[in-house]
């Protein structure tokens, strides 16, 4: 996806100044808007003061309208009465982004809460140029702790106890925060535990932030209609509300640990339900470091590239066998645990972001990624039809596996210099509203799988594994959700040798067509560097006959 991050603004009249504020508005609403009140005093849990709330609100609310001023005003007068194809626009449009991407940052870091987790979101997303994600992506580890008598509240009003008739202890400090907070603790029959508490207040501003974030982008979208964000809010809205039922998440849980039964490498923390509520999960206690801490890794003597091999094959098998994925794989939600009869495990932490995945689509999804592994790319047309993005579908094989549809390299090895020229002119060509209908005109479920896939190649890319590992193994993957009967047991893999051997088979086919390909495109370069190379010689020869035979006659 990093193409789209490469297109040109349109240069019309209204565009140059404007295109780039609506894009920093849009945004800055999801960062902003999304907001949840999060009451920090402890008066605003046991004495709750609409006064305090309404301040606490308008102080949020005036720091968001600032960025959004500032950031627009900040586009607008910078880019202004600069050419847009020259050097000078894109230094400039350079070092606008990046102050943006700091102002929002400092943004989400002063009101915490949903704030962090909107800008989380936004850092994930490929759409946004480069400067955003790299400034958000800060805070994918921030911990903003609430006021620990505000936690007890939560947990003494919905468990019905005392803290010290549930745990042999329980520590304040907590291991993990974002609109909830997670903490250590021990429960009488000596169990650890991991037990994640919902800040309070969380449900009941809820309503209102999301009633104003979809005010904003409609109006976004009412005043520039052809750029069309209100897709981006959408998701995040979705997203979100998700995570605040603790119940659901701990559904999820059990279902992922179901399905993945048959794998003893995939560890997913047990629920304890007597001591869980919508706003209270109690889990098993897992000790690992996060899979993308390369020097822990090394240091317990494990290997990167197997680590990484193992968790593209585990997201891998959610996309396209189970159809159930978890929508929030960054690194503090899987850890890697040392131990065991194969040396290590992936453990699978905070399922509140799971989604279940159409049928038909998870059929089609597999059958894209088996014409993209053999750059069928007249099924990759009809699949992009039925995914509603039409000509937009020759980018699927860029944006998913780093190669043009044409393209003569090998699988994993990129694009050739001419293939990224080529690339680059049909880039120019593009518009914001063109990238803006691309995305705005996916199923909502291809948004999930193009986020959960790019969140999981930015780990493989830390832990240094070739492409190839991950576009193999979604390739095998493809052959095998193509043969899975849903209606069947999740452990597919285990149910009959014969469905197994099919489907073996089928991959087997598929690998044997892709090195087939592979090896008469290095058949094809051998010849031509042969042919290149004999003509070089010829024409060195011939050269030198033509001077021997000029001194002879002189």
């Avoid at 007249?378 to 579908?393: H, M, N, P, S, W």
Wanted: a positive charge; hydrophobic letters at 40%; aromatic letters at 10%.
């Amino acid at each position: 996806m990093e193409f789209l991050r490469k297109f040109k603004f349109p240069a019309r009249s209204k565009s140059p100044l404007f295109v780039f504020t609506i894009a920093g508005v849009a945004i800055t609403a999801v960062t902003s808007s999304s907001a949840v009140s999060v009451f920090r005093d402890s008066t605003s849990i046991h004495n709750p003061n609409k006064i305090a709330t309404a301040v606490e609100g308008v102080v949020r609310s005036s720091r968001a309208i600032y960025a959004i001023t500032v950031t627009v005003a900040d586009y607008k007068y910078s880019l202004r009465r600069v050419t847009a194809d020259s050097d000078e626009y894109l230094q400039r449009l350079t070092e606008v982004h990046s102050r943006s991407a700091k102002r929002l940052l400092k943004l989400c870091e002063s009101n915490k809460g949903f704030y962090v987790k909107a800008g989380q979101f936004v850092a994930t997303l490929k759409l946004v140029p480069k400067e955003y994600s790299l400034a958000l992506s800060s805070l994918q580890d921030q911990a903003v702790p609430c006021n620990f008598q505000d936690i007890k509240h939560v947990l003494t009003s919905n468990l019905g106890r005392n803290l010290s008739e549930i745990f042999l202890s329980f520590d304040e400090e907590p291991i993990a925060a974002s609109i909830a907070q997670v903490h250590h603790a021990v429960l009488k029959d000596h169990q650890e535990v991991a037990v994640k508490v919902q800040y309070p207040g969380l449900k009941q501003n809820m309503k209102l932030d999301t009633m104003i974030m979809s005010f904003l982008s409609k109006s976004v979208v009412k005043i520039f209609p052809e750029y069309r964000f209100d897709w981006l809010v959408h998701e995040f809205v979705k997203s979100i509300s998700q995570e605040l039922d603790f119940i659901q998440e701990a559904k999820n849980s059990e279902r992922i640990a179901t399905n993945f039964k048959h794998n003893k490498m995939i560890t997913v923390p047990t629920v304890f339900w007597e001591f869980t509520t919508a706003q209270v999960l109690t889990m098993q206690f897992c000790k690992g470091f996060k899979v993308d801490d390369v020097e822990a890794i090394k240091r317990t003597n494990l290997s990167p590239g197997k680590v990484a091999k193992l968790l593209v094959e585990v997201f891998a098998e959610m996309i396209f066998v189970h159809g159930f994925i978890h929508g929030d794989p960054h690194p503090g939600n899987i850890l890697v645990s040392p131990g065991g009869q194969n040396g290590f495990s992936l453990v699978l932490l905070d399922h509140g972001n799971c989604k279940t995945l159409d049928e038909g689509f998870r059929q089609d999804f597999c059958r894209l990624w088996e014409a993209l592994i053999l750059l069928d790319s007249t099924k990759i047309q009809e699949l992009g039809t039925r995914f509603g993005v039409g000509q937009y579908a020759k980018f699927f094989p860029v944006i998913f596996t780093g190669r043009t549809s044409d393209s003569k390299s090998g699988l994993g090895k990129g694009m050739s210099i001419q293939e990224r020229q080529k690339l680059k002119q049909e880039v120019k060509l593009l518009r914001l509203e063109d990238v803006t209908t691309f995305m705005g005109s996916l199923p909502p479920d291809f948004l999930t799988v193009l986020r959960t896939d790019g969140l999981i190649r930015s780990i493989t890319l830390k832990l240094s594994a070739p492409q190839r590992v991950r576009l193999l193994a979604y390739a095998k993957y493809a052959v095998y959700g193509l043969g899975y009967n849903p209606r069947s047991e999740p452990d597919f893999v285990e149910k009959t040798m014969i469905s197994k051997s099919v489907m073996l088979v089928s991959y087997i086919r598929l690998r044997l067509i892709l090195e087939l390909m592979e090896l008469f495109q290095g058949v094809k370069k051998l010849k031509h560097t042969i042919c290149t190379f004999y003509g070089r010689v010829v024409d060195g020869i011939t050269r030198s006959v033509k001077v021997s035979s000029v001194t002879s006659i002189v």
